[in-house]
């Protein structure tokens, strides 16, 4: 082993899924938004941006209605929480963990702000048209996505910014993992409920995405995000 190798600061937290150490870590002195693409981020980028191209495209290539703005918006918003993703998994010191954080949640606000404008147009648009709430596969996977991620927003928000109603910041820091993990699974959740959403009339009617498309754009996006994942930062995932 070099001697480089030897004063690597925290390689434990620095070792990817897959990967060696510092592989998909932030390095000093390069800005936060490299974060976007170290690693198998790129690959991230691929696949999310393929997935909002698929979703726009074919909206786009229709006529253009209030709903149109429902497949807009939320396939916006998972473009939004993969940004949020990839933005804070490479960091690993206080610092940077501390201007990544806050990068995570204004990326994840605003994916939230998209996602809830995309609910109340769905909903307007039933209520309007005095049609049937939360029925198909997509719409029960969507409220239950919408629920968790809301919750995840709330407890991720005040874990960071009010640690005082968990008994402090060492109470708080303790759930920290929980966080994490949840946050992959409501990702993986984001990515079937568009998958769903191929199934609808709607779409077989008019939009006519195919299931395919989305699932490889998934794929490629959790090609990007899941070596990235640092066993570490779990803890109990870690033996730790």
Known sequence: ??????????????EPLLGGP???????????????VIGTGAIAQVGSWILVAIVWGA???????LFSAHPLLNSAAIL???????????THTQKQKKHGT?????????????????????????????GTHFVSPHAIMGLITYILILIQALVGFTQY??????????NAKKLYKYHRVSGYIIFLMLLATVAAATQTDYNKNVLG????????????????????VKMQKFGWLAGQ
């Not at 082993?1 to 620095?14: A, K, L």
């Open 102 to 130: 806050w990068a995570h949640a204004g990326l994840n606000d605003l994916a939230l702000a998209c996602g809830i404008a995309g609910l109340v147009v769905i909903e307007y648009n039933k209520i309007s048209h005095n």
């Open 80 to 90: 939004l929480f993969t940004q949020g993703v990839l933005i804070l998994q490479p």
């Open 59 to 65: 909206v786009f290539s229709n006529p253009v209605i």
């Open 1 to 14: 082993m070099s001697q480089q190798e030897t004063h690597r600061p925290g390689m434990g937290e620095q």
């Open 161 to 170: 910014f009010v640690p005082q109603i968990y008994g402090g910041e060492e």
């Open 209 to 228: 995405i195919k299931l395919w498309a989305v699932l490889v754009a998934a794929a490629i996006t959790l090609i990007g995000v899941l070596p990235r």
């Open 22 to 36: 510092g592989d998909a870590s932030q390095q000093d002195g390069l800005p936060l938004y490299h974060n976007l």
